[in-house]
């Protein structure tokens, strides 16, 4: 048994295709078929359920493809410790973040990051929040941005600020000459939200759920964008994270930002990383950086500051 042939092994669990999963691996399919035999004769216990059309791992191939993904992740952290033992901030970070975030964050916090490790590689990964965790856990991605709570054993928090929500209306809509609201007022509204599976919607769901208000039926957005242009075009509300609304994100002059009065609804991020991690040093100072946002980037239309953790 070595490590290349559990790479093959999780390969062919992830991609469930003789052919994809050897195409992953850049080595033929007859090579990668030929392997994965060979460690079923050794192991004495047969790992695949073979198919003319599709790949099913058995109870004993799930689960020692699930063993082979904590060794090889075992092996990666070894690596890395010597990386960064000869070079603390060199090498490359591999950092997941949700998309409702990640364009409105990354042009206020990757100049700060190349000026703080200019030697840094980093490696940009974007997907819905279940699927950066997924890839976190299996040692994919070295640290990702995500919201709070999280309830994974494994994950290390490193809190970092408070991003608060604000409420973007049509021009015209009765509530848009308002300065600002409270929670309450939005009892009878029905907002736009996006499709499920994106943490912002489950954020809007639970606000909807302190104010009384509901869903807009028949519509479901696949993007933070999609539902900025449905207000724009008159066709409902929806809540904004107030990164989403901040230059140099152009906000259309047909929709209105309505700051709630305090507190406001928000989202709490924080960067999170395996227990287990060699980066565990290094990873709390690119939090520094991350915490450390530009003036004024948080604060709410009429100045009210979102809220930042304590120095100790």
Known sequence: MNLRDLRYLVALADLRHFGRAAESCHVSQPTLSTQIRKLEEELGVSLVERAPRHVMLTPAGLDIALRARRVLAE???MRETARRTADPEAGSVRLGLFPTLGPYLLPHVVPRIRKRFPRLELLLVEEKTEVVLHMLRDGKLDAAV???PLH????????LFEEPFMLAV???HPLAGRRNLRLGELGDQ???LLEEGHCLRDQALEVCGLAGAGEKEGFRATSLETLRQMVAA??????LPVLAV???VPVSEDIRLLPFRDPPPSRRLALVWRRSSAMGGFLHDLAEVLRDLPAG???LPEGEPARRPSKA
């Open 75 to 77: 092996v990666e952290q």
């Open 146 to 148: 995500l919201a709070l």
């Open 152 to 159: 994974e054993e494994w994950a290390h928090t490193e809190f």
């Open 170 to 172: 049509p021009d015209g």
């Open 190 to 192: 029905h907002l736009l």
């Open 234 to 239: 008159g066709v409902g509300v929806t809540l």
């Open 246 to 248: 901040k230059p140099p």
């Open 297 to 299: 980037l948080l604060e």
